[in-house]
Nanobody, 122 residues
């Protein structure tokens, strides 16, 4: 069992920044990959970014490349999503998730946080 807790969401103006944090506990050795997903009203949950825990290798969805940065702190079992130059279309509930396999598919991620709301106003 892995427990994930997100924080850092909030309301920000377009062009602003937020940093989301996710703290993992429990059987974290099973979390080979940590990912961030988001779900906007009326839309499917979509992949945003992931990081391989061991190496720090990252991948991003095209719409956030150059604006978002995923990172991890191996000493504290935290993963971060630094979001810069935010746009109204980034508005969504953001979820931290863990997976034992390399994937961008929500169903491949076994454990999920509770979600944190990010709202970007224009």
């Amino acid at each position: 069992q892995v427990q994930l807790v997100e924080s850092g969401g909030g309301l920000v103006q377009a062009g602003g920044s937020l940093r989301l944090s996710c703290t993992a506990s429990g059987r974290t050795f099973s979390s080979s990959f940590m990912g961030w997903f988001r779900q906007a009203p009326g839309k499917e949950r979509e992949f945003v970014a992931r990081i391989r825990w061991s190496s720090g290798t990252t991948r991003y969805t095209d719409s956030v490349k150059g604006r978002f940065t995923i990172s991890r702190d191996t000493g504290t079992n935290r993963v971060y999503l630094q979001m810069d130059n935010l746009k109204p279309e980034d508005t969504a509930v953001y979820y931290c998730a863990s997976s034992s396999v390399i994937s961008t598919i929500p169903g491949d991620y076994s454990y999920w946080g509770q979600g944190t709301q990010v709202t970007v106003s224009s």
